[in-house]
Every structure is written in C-alpha cells, then in structure tokens.
Nanobody, 123 residues
Framework: QVQLVESGGGLVQTGGSLKLSCAASGSISRISRMDWYRQTPDNQRELVAAMANGDGANYSDSVKGRFTISRDNAKNTGYLQMNSLKPDDTAVYYC?????????????????WGQGTQVIVSS
C-alpha cells in the first residue's frame, strides 16, 4: 500500500506564495511520475503540473511561469512551489503518483491520490 499526504495549503493574499508538499509512504521501489491537480469551487478538475521520469516538467497555461514542480526522490516527496498567486488559483490541490511498490511478496504498480489540501487566495 502507498499513501500520499499533501500539506502546505492555506490562506494567502493575491501575489503571495505557497509551497505544497506531497509525501509518499509505503514500501516504494520507484515513483515514475508525480503530478498536481486542482479542483475548483465549481468542481472543475485541472492538471496543473506534471513530472514523469525522463521527461521535463509540464504546466497548464494558467500556471506556467508562476508554479514550479519538483521532487526529492530520496525522500519520496514532491513539491509544488506556487508564486504570484491569484484568486483564480483558489482550489483543493491533489497530488497523484504512479510507480512501483513492494507488498512483501511482489513488486506491484501503484496509482494513487492524496486527500487534497485547500488553497485560498484572497483578493
């Protein structure tokens, strides 16, 4: 079993910054990709940033130049640095990861989501 736990959300003023973290726990052998999605108050889910092994980072047009995705493989933790925040960035942010974990007997693929962390940007 793999568990993803996000943290770092909160309330920030327009123009401010937040750094989200996504800690993956379990007997993880390898994380092949880690992405960040967000779900807005009107229930639209958007892929914000993506990073797969061997690929560069990809961003939605709405956050390009303001957000940076990164990962610390030694800690199995991903990050989303969010700068120049706008009210339109208000959403619940979710971490998604894929990879391989060891269940005690076999190596198996995982494809999991975190529980989400709320980001509110006030105008």
């Amino acid at each position: 079993q793999v568990q993803l736990v996000e943290s770092g959300g909160g309330l920030v003023q327009t123009g401010g910054s937040l750094k989200l973290s996504c800690a993956a726990s379990g007997s993880i052998s390898r994380i092949s990709r880690m992405d960040w999605y967000r779900q807005t108050p009107d229930n639209q889910r958007e892929l914000v940033a993506a990073m797969a092994n061997g690929d560069g980072a990809n961003y939605s047009d709405s956050v390009k130049g303001r957000f940076t995705i990164s990962r610390d493989n030694a800690k199995n933790t991903g990050y989303l640095q969010m700068n120049s925040l706008k009210p339109d960035d208000t959403a619940v942010y979710y971490c998604h990861a894929e990879g391989i974990y060891y269940d005690g007997s076999y190596y198996r693929p995982f494809n999991d989501w975190g529980q989400g962390t709320q980001v509110i940007v006030s105008s």
